[in-house]
């Protein structure tokens, strides 16, 4: 398993417990322990923004002990950190519980003075290394711990600006091979897999203003991703681990675009999950999907025509009729027939000419329907003259002054 601290930004200024760190951005400074080979958080705990690396470490690793025991965890365990958890206290209490432990250490009091110790012979180089630079590695004794020391430098034309050796140490109480060691300890950088699809799930945000909530809010993201992760197990035990964006995506959003299957329009989506479209059982091998049988009973719908003159659909759409509804004042003209052209009738002049608003269902479409004639456009308003209102009565007189009176104010006297 993996320790690890990670800073989560948030935004706004009523955030409680969210203050600045070491990576200069307001948020909140979580700890965290991650299994390795498959990502699931063991433990997590929410702390303020301000809050060093190595505070409440050694009370997480108390509480992080018997969590795993409970959890039926069998086999040797091993707790891999960085120097955020190196504490002879901390230290004690996990060779009590039987654990082993690779911790870094910082540059500080007996370490450079061992490191400098060390033989140039007993340097031993990696062919792990990436190109352009060049790596070794060695060990030692500090009190009782093994300190294993890994030594980096630059070659080429950046040797030049940074020629010396850089050293990175850990402690150790494992008796296997240094090589194996210095390798298994590098690989405790898989944390930050985990710290990264925390940060794009739930941990994106913090919705409430008080910590503790924000703090249930922590433990809640990371029983989410815990099951996502759990999910993945079920469904794809063999492979890599794939991040919770790519689950998302693969698994559990389906794309595809809505339609009418009555109109004969199948759903046109891709199959989610790798393979051909074929191999999905919603798949008609065609990549599109198969459209659900039609109730029996149920008469289909006939799909919309459209007009040779307009190119717009003649069938009214579901639920509206454009139809004439008889109004139970009024009788209704016999519809003319559908060969008939269209003719635009007479604009009616008053409201006794003008037809019913049950006759009238345009909404558009008037002119493309049989049956219905469209008008002329009634005619605009005209201007009106200077002096009136709107209602047509002259203005009232004004004072010497050249305004109206006011209202409430003394006529005469």
């Keep these: 398993m993996v320790n690890d601290a990670t800073v989560v930004e948030v935004h706004g200024y009523a955030k409680q417990g969210a203050s600045f760190g070491y990576t200069g951005k307001r948020g909140y400074h979580p700890l965290l322990a991650t299994r390795a080979d498959t990502g699931e958080v063991l433990h997590i705990r929410a702390r ?12 997480f690793v108390e509480e992080l002990i018997p969590r795993v025991q409970r959890a039926g965890a069998t086999g040797p365990k091993l707790l891999r950190a960085d120097s955020g958890f190196w504490n002879k206290k901390l230290i004690a209490k996990l060779e009590r519980a039987g654990w082993e432990y690779s911790i870094g250490v910082r540059r500080q009091g007996q370490v450079p003075a061992a490191i400098a110790a060390i033989c140039e012979s007993d340097w031993r180089p990696l062919e792990d290394c990436p190109a352009g630079g060049e790596a070794q590695i060695a060990e030692t004794q500090i009190g009782d711990w093994r300190l294993v020391v890994r030594r980096t430098r630059l070659l080429g034309a950046q040797a030049v600006m940074w020629p010396d ?24 950088a898989v944390v930050e897999l985990a710290i990264r699809d925390l940060k794009d799930q739930a941990l994106a945000h913090f919705p409430s203003g008080r910590f503790t909530a924000n703090a249930a809010w922590t433990v809640i993201a990371a029983l989410a991703h815990n099951l996502l992760r759990r999910t993945q197990l079920l469904t794809l035990p063999a492979g890599t681990i794939r991040t919770a964006r790519t689950l998302r995506r693969r ?16 759903c046109d989506c891709r199959p989610a999950g790798p393979g051909p479209p074929s191999s999905s059982p919603r798949s008609d091998g065609s990549g599109r999907c198969r459209r659900r049988p039609e109730p029996a009973g149920r008469p289909r719908r006939p799909a919309a025509a459209t007009s040779p003159a307009l190119g717009l659909p003649t069938t009214p759409p579901r639920g509206r009729s454009l139809t004439a509804r008889t109004s139970p004042t009024t009788k209704h003209p016999a519809a003319r027939p559908t060969t008939a052209p269209l003719t635009p009738s007479r604009s009616p002049r008053s409201a006794a000419d003008a037809p019913d608003r049950d006759q009238t269902v345009d909404r558009g479409l008037g002119s493309v329907c049989p049956g219905w004639t469209t008008g002329p456009s009634p005619p605009r308003a005209q201007p009106r003259p200077p002096g009136t209102r709107r209602s047509g009565h002259p203005r009232a007189p004004t004072t010497g002054s050249g305004s109206p009176p006011r209202r409430g104010a003394r006529r005469g006297p």
């Excluded at 850089?166 to 405790?188: C, G, K, Q, S």
């Excluded at 698994?251 to 199948?266: E, F, K, M, N, S």
């Design 48 to 59: 303020k923004g301000s809050a060093n690396t190595a505070r409440g470490a050694l009370r």
């Design 251 to 266: 698994l559990i959003t389906i794309p595809g675009r809505l339609t009418d299957p009555a109109a004969g329009q199948p």
């Design 165 to 188: 050796w850089r050293h990175f140490a850990f402690i150790t109480n494992r008796t296997e091979p240094l090589e194996l060691v210095e390798v298994e300890h590098r690989a405790h």
